[in-house]
Nanobody, 130 residues
Framework: QVQLVESGGGSVQSGGSLRLSCEAS????????MGWFRQAPGKEREGVAM???????SYAEYAKGRFTISRDSAKNTLYLQMNSLKTEDTAMYYC????????????????????????WGQGTQVTVSS
């Protein structure tokens, strides 16, 4: 069983930056698709950014130009660099992954619902104040 552990959340002022990290417990784990979701109080969990094994990315509209997803394979760690943060970015951020390649690159995207992801981290809180 692979465990994903997020870190890097915190409290920042509007316009600030944070970098979230997600480390997989297994050095040999190479998921087909990894990404970040977020969930604000009273709202559904939504996809923020995804990255597949070929390096293809998918971003939510609000994340484009502000957030960057990346991976350090040597460290088995996924990152989300978040710049120009806004108060509406306040949420719990979750790392998620799945292995099934049958859907191809098309399904490693922000529109693919949380049910598609097999592994989840515990979440890290991001709070942006004005």
């Amino acid at each position: 069983q692979v465990q994903l552990v997020e870190s890097g959340g915190g409290s920042v002022q509007s316009g600030g930056s944070l970098r979230l990290s997600c480390e997989a417990s297994s050095d040999t784990y190479r998921p087909f698709c990894m990404g970040w979701f977020r969930q604000a109080p009273g709202k559904e969990r939504e996809g923020v950014a995804m990255l597949d094994s070929d390096g293809l990315t998918s971003y939510a509209e609000y994340a484009k130009g502000r957030f960057t997803i990346s991976r350090d394979s040597a460290k088995n760690t996924l990152y989300l660099q978040m710049n120009s943060l806004k108060t509406e970015d306040t949420a719990m951020y979750y790392c998620a992954a799945y292995d099934d390649m049958s859907g191809g690159h098309y399904l490693c995207a922000v529109f693919n619902p949380p049910l598609a992801y097999k592994y989840w981290g515990q979440g890290t809180q991001v709070t942006v104040s004005s």
